[in-house]
């Protein structure tokens, strides 16, 4: 079988493991698989763990300066947001092998959840470009949010341990006490429209929050566009009725779910509050301005079955 054009071109690789993550097995036989697939592109592998954001992305900038080919991140949404921030604007590929309690990115493109499954598609990936976003400078690629799902990750973040339970009960438990606020957002230039009391107000670059949950299932990575998806407090019980649409990719279908397409989004809100960003808490004002920048980013993609290159 031929190699794919990726396989032919990664050479040298840096692979950044998260020890905090769920690899579900020892690093000895995750680097077993990677040995097994990787080698048989004769790439040369180099391993570093990678304990927090800082020192992810110091070491994302060694790799780069020492002429790495691809990244491939063992991590969840979080840590393949600091590494893969790093790479944006730069030919370094970034490779996801999943390891986090969501993994949106690795949901979107098809990357196997199994970490030897997803290892071994990587090995024949191919190198894709995709858009990225950023609000007030700060890259995403999957998703921003800055109503009740923003402060979902707040009170998530506080949990000792990961999963879809604990952030089920950290979203009934948030509900109880979320302030709403008005949201006054304009598209490209145009003029701004007030939404009242959004309880849910996302901005989607891929398709999943992560866990299989489908905010914007038309949403595509390298079309130059994002998805704005609102919904108003008053329509939360029949959303929570609906809720099943969120996991088979039919949310956008009901009426109560406001979907605008945009490539500049300007926020005005009365109170600052903080954002999620992939998954992860981050600080903001009042105003915020999201712009995308098209193909920013290569990551490795699965081939389709079939596809040989």
């Given at each position: 079988?031929?190699?794919?054009?990726?396989?032919?071109?990664?050479?040298k690789?840096?692979?950044?493991?998260?020890?905090?993550?769920?690899?579900?097995?020892?690093?000895d036989?995750?680097?077993?698989?990677?040995?097994?697939h990787?080698?048989?592109i004769q790439a040369?592998v180099?391993?570093?763990?990678?304990?927090?954001?800082a020192?992810?992305?110091?070491k994302?900038?060694?790799?780069?300066?020492?002429?790495?080919?691809?990244?491939?991140?063992?991590?969840?949404?979080?840590?393949?947001?600091?590494i893969g921030?790093?790479?944006?604007?730069?030919?370094v590929?970034?490779?996801?092998?999943?390891?986090?309690?969501?993994?949106?990115?690795?949901?979107?493109?098809g990357?196997?959840?199994?970490i030897?499954?997803?290892?071994?598609?990587?090995?024949t990936a191919?190198?894709?470009?995709?858009?990225?976003?950023?609000a007030?400078?700060?890259?995403?690629?999957?998703?921003?949010?800055l109503?009740?799902?923003?402060?979902i990750?707040r009170?998530?973040a506080?949990?000792?341990?990961?999963?879809?339970?604990?952030?089920?009960?950290?979203?009934?438990?948030?509900?109880?006490?979320?302030?709403?606020?008005?949201?006054?957002?304009?598209l490209?230039?145009?003029?701004?429209?007030?939404?009242?009391?959004?309880?849910?107000?996302t901005?989607?670059?891929?398709?999943?929050?992560?866990?299989?949950?489908?905010?914007a299932?038309?949403?595509r990575?390298?079309?130059?566009?994002?998805?704005?998806?609102?919904?108003l407090?008053?329509?939360?019980?029949?959303?929570?009725?609906?809720?099943?649409?969120?996991f088979?990719g039919?949310?956008?279908?009901?009426?109560?779910?406001?979907?605008r397409?945009?490539?500049?989004?300007?926020?005005?809100?009365?109170?600052?509050?903080?954002i999620?960003?992939?998954?992860?808490?981050?600080?903001?004002?009042?105003?915020?301005?999201?712009?995308?920048?098209?193909?920013a980013?290569?990551?490795?993609?699965p081939?389709p079955?079939g596809?040989?290159?």
């Amino acid at each position: 079988m031929r190699l794919s054009s990726s396989a032919a071109d990664v050479r040298k690789v840096r692979v950044l493991v998260n020890p905090k993550s769920g690899l579900g097995m020892s690093f000895d036989d995750f680097w077993k698989n990677v040995e097994r697939h990787w080698g048989g592109i004769q790439a040369d592998v180099t391993y570093q763990f990678s304990t927090d954001i800082a020192d992810g992305r110091r070491k994302t900038e060694r790799a780069i300066d020492d002429g790495v080919d691809a990244i491939l991140v063992a991590g969840g949404d979080g840590m393949v947001n600091s590494i893969g921030s790093v790479l944006v604007g730069t030919s370094v590929a970034l490779g996801v092998v999943p390891t986090g309690s969501g993994n949106g990115f690795a949901r979107h493109f098809g990357i196997p959840l199994e970490i030897p499954a997803a290892i071994r598609a990587l090995a024949t990936a191919r190198r894709k470009p995709i858009d990225v976003g950023f609000a007030n400078g700060r890259p995403f690629f999957v998703t921003c949010s800055l109503a009740w799902d923003a402060a979902i990750a707040r009170r998530f973040a506080a949990f000792p341990f990961r999963g879809i339970a604990p952030y089920v009960f950290a979203a009934a438990a948030e509900l109880m006490t979320y302030a709403d606020q008005p949201i006054h957002a304009a598209l490209d230039g145009g003029p701004a429209r007030v939404y009242p009391n959004p309880i849910l107000f996302t901005v989607a670059n891929l398709t999943q929050y992560g866990g299989g949950a489908q905010i914007a299932p038309k949403a595509r990575a390298d079309d130059g566009l994002m998805e704005m998806v609102v919904a108003l407090r008053p329509d939360l019980p029949l959303l929570l009725m609906n809720i099943v649409r969120l996991f088979n990719g039919t949310i956008d279908q009901l009426p109560q779910i406001a979907t605008r397409r945009f490539r500049k989004l300007q926020i005005h809100r009365p109170k600052p509050t903080a954002i999620q960003l992939d998954g992860e808490l981050v600080e903001a004002g009042r105003d915020i301005t999201i712009t995308l920048h098209p193909r920013a980013l290569t990551v490795l993609v699965p081939r389709p079955p079939g596809d040989d290159g």
